[in-house]
């Protein structure tokens, strides 16, 4: 069998051209989400280290990655060091199927939204075999609660993305951004519901306020990962990051149209669609730290009912709906 090293070396550029750029918005999501709360709450955020403080992120990665890592007595060691690897590989690995424009996209699959399902899935064992393997009992409640979180959370998740897969009609993620293209209002108007659904699951599924709860153990210890010191410590807070910014990319595609101009606004279109897909994103980042910023943090049993008694039911009821109206007026998606 003969390897096609050409073919290879594309994915490879293709791969970078993405990694790249995502890891160094990871690291200034850090910088942005500080300034944005700074200038909320009437402070000035970082503005020490480089003009602005533009060069924070890199002095803080510096600083971690000169720490002392430190493992716990007891603890599983391959287990211990491989789990903050797990969840911020997985938070990369996403962005295989992630179209952010009409050509670019590493692997256009027909079931891109089955992939994205089981990735974002398989993030709670990161979790999971951080709080156990720390040999504590505080990082393993930790852990026990994230992974009860994100469970709950995933089962209004895959019911909100069944009511856009019974508008799009399609599991591709091109195909569903284009389909939005010409979609009656009435549609765009009985999906906004879910998208608002949708972003507070999100909120929960990447453990952010006010759903932080595994960071919060009555303010004492910082959950699955109290034990992690130096560079594990900080790949799971930017798994963290990169995780918000995989699902405000899945939020775009979804429910915003993804590369095409908002609102259907058709003299736009001179834009490059990676440039409308970036500001997109950004927008829903905003909202992700302005979210922070304003609301209190829930105890565990309100975000517990939240997800159980209003958003399941309300999404399982929205999906008989959106059905309902599809198969009354024979919607077929124009692509």
């Known amino acids: 069998m003969s390897i096609d090293l050409n073919l290879i070396g594309q994915i490879l550029v293709k791969i970078l051209v993405v990694l790249i750029p995502l890891i160094i918005s990871v690291a200034y999501l850090t910088y942005a989400e500080r300034k944005v709360i700074a200038a909320m709450q009437l402070r000035v955020g970082p503005d020490v280290v480089g003009p602005f403080g533009l060069l924070q992120p890199i002095a803080d990665a ?16 391959a287990l211990f060091i491989l789990a903050p690897m797990i969840t911020f590989v997985l938070a990369m690995l996403g962005w295989a199927v992630i179209p952010v424009g009409s050509e670019q996209v590493i692997a256009d699959i027909n079931v891109g939204v089955l992939y994205l399902l089981a990735i974002s899935s398989l993030g709670v064992y990161g979790i999971i075999i951080a709080g156990w393997a720390s040999n504590s009992k505080y990082a393993f409640l930790g852990a026990i609660r994230s992974a009860a979180q994100m469970v709950s959370y995933e089962v209004s998740i895959g019911l909100v993305i069944v009511t856009v897969l019974l508008v799009t009609q399609s599991l591709n993620l091109k195909e569903i951004v284009l389909a939005q293209k010409n979609m009656p209002l009435y549609l765009d108007l009985l999906l906004l519901p879910m998208m608002v659904i949708f972003f507070i699951s999100i909120l929960a599924e990447t453990n952010r306020h006010p759903f932080d709860l595994p960071e919060a153990e009555a303010e004492l210890v910082a959950g699955y990962n109290v034990e992690y ?13 990169a995780n918000m910014i995989l699902m405000s990319a899945i939020t775009v595609i979804l429910f915003m149209g993804g590369w095409l101009p908002p609102f259907g606004i058709t003299f736009l279109e001179f834009v490059p669609g990676i440039i409308w897909f970036c500001l997109k994103i950004m927008f829903c980042l905003f909202v992700f730290i302005w979210v922070r910023a304003a609301l209190p943090r829930y105890r565990y049993d309100q975000l517990m009912r939240l997800g159980w008694k209003v958003l399941l039911p309300i999404s399982l009821a929205w999906v008989v ?15």
Do not use: H
Request: proline content about 7%; charged content about 20%.
């Open 62 to 77: 510096l600083k971690l990655l000169f720490k002392e890592p430190i493992l716990p007595q007891g603890a599983d060691k």
């Open 229 to 241: 010191s130096s560079m594990g410590f900080a790949m799971f807070f930017l798994g963290e990051y």
């Open 321 to 335: 709906l959106i059905a309902g109206v599809v198969v009354y007026t024979d919607y077929r998606p124009i692509l």
